[in-house]
Nanobody, 114 residues
Framework: QVQLRESGGGLVQPGGSLRLSCVAS????????MAWYRQAPEKQRELVANIARDGSTYYADSGKGRFTISRDVAKNTVYLQMNSLIPEDTAVYYC????????WGQGTQINVSS
């Protein structure tokens, strides 16, 4: 069973940067497209970005031009580089397969505030 562990969140000022990491235990995680999601207070969880096995990527409009998703297959790790952060990026960030095949991890909290 694949377990997901997100890290890298924190408090950052507007315009700042963070790099999130998601380690997926279990080799099965290497086989699927992976994604980052986020859930802001009182809002539904939404897709932020995903990366396919071939490395092709997709970004929601909210992060386009500011976020970069990448993966290290050998390390079963997916990253999200977040630049030019704005208060609207405040949320708990989660990773999962694009098809949401795995149980959700604890997520990592990002607070963008001055």
């Amino acid at each position: 069973q694949v377990q997901l562990r997100e890290s890298g969140g924190g408090l950052v000022q507007p315009g700042g940067s963070l790099r999130l990491s998601c380690v997926a235990s279990g080799s099965m995680a290497r086989l699927y497209a992976m994604a980052w999601y986020r859930q802001a207070p009182e809002k539904q969880r939404e897709l932020v970005a995903n990366i396919a096995r071939d490395g092709s990527t997709y970004y929601a409009d909210s992060g386009k031009g500011r976020f970069t998703i990448s993966r290290d297959v050998a390390k079963n790790t997916v990253y999200l580089q977040m630049n030019s952060l704005i208060p609207e990026d405040t949320a708990v960030y989660y990773c999962n397969s694009l098809a949401i095949l795995y149980a959700w991890g604890q997520g990592t909290q990002i607070n963008v505030s001055s």
